[in-house]
């Protein structure tokens, strides 16, 4: 079974340009997620998708962070314009939908991004 | 405010001797309880998953506790190899709305 692909692996930007990841989760998961970790700290949720409706985007800076999850599979996270504190790997996740609960989560690989 | 506290930090223990790492979480109400490890680089993997009723789940070498009385979970390494060299996360959902709740983790690192 083909895990969450993400793309790319790394890109360095220099700030007030911008940036775009794309996310395939693995086939069949309604749930998909966009965290954003930066060194040495856990994993921070950017925006949860059901389907291709959101779920959680409380913490997504949406003065410069975008997503979208067209027809309920591929998503891509957008910046722009970047800064130097999002220098960081965004880690993409799939998930079933289960019923009144989370399901197992499956990480990317992330893309890392350097902000100069 | 749900949080999720880990410790230690970071440490360094020699290829095949034994460690366990502590997470402490205020989560609540308490869903379920997950331990990830993360290679450097790479994207979290999924170790264990323990609901409310689970004190003690095994997954190889590894092996997680929950005492959910205390909030308090533990991730044991048995016979450390140089593969489990890591971060060890800990992430606690909430039965209220399902949100997940990340620690910063544990970094392990294993020398010959």
């Known amino acids: 079974e083909a895990g969450v692909a993400q793309s790319p692996r790394y890109k360095i930007i220099e700030k007030r340009q911008s940036v775009a990841f794309w996310c395939n989760p693995i086939?069949?998961?309604?749930?998909l997620y966009w965290y954003q970790q930066i060194l040495g700290q856990g994993p921070k949720l950017l925006i949860q998708?059901?389907?291709?409706?959101?779920?959680?985007d409380s913490q997504l800076p949406k003065d410069r962070f975008s997503a979208e999850r067209l027809k309920g599979v591929d998503s891509t996270l957008k910046i722009q314009p970047a800064k130097l504190e999002d220098s960081a790997v965004y880690l993409c996740a799939s998930s079933l939908y289960v019923q009144g609960n989370t399901g197992e989560l499956f990480f990317g690989e992330g893309s890392r991004l350097t902000v100069l | 405010k749900n949080q999720v506290e880990q410790s230690p930090q970071s440490l360094i223990i020699l290829e095949g001797k034994n460690c366990t790492l502590q997470?402490?979480?205020?989560?609540?109400?308490?869903?379920?309880l997950r331990w990830y490890k993360q290679d450097t680089g790479r994207g979290p993997v999924s170790l264990t998953i323990m609901t409310f009723s689970e004190n003690t789940k095994s997954n190889g070498r590894y092996t997680a506790t929950l005492d959910a009385d205390t909030k308090q979970s533990s991730l044991h390494i048995t016979a450390s190899q140089l593969s489990d060299s890591a971060s060890y996360i800990c992430v606690v959902s909430a039965r209220s709305d399902y949100k997940l709740s990340f620690g910063a983790g544990t970094t392990v690192t294993v020398r010959a």
């Open positions: 086939s069949g998961h309604a749930t």
């Open positions: 997470c402490n979480y205020t989560v609540s109400p308490f869903s379920n």
């Open positions: 998708f059901q389907n291709n409706g959101v779920v959680d």
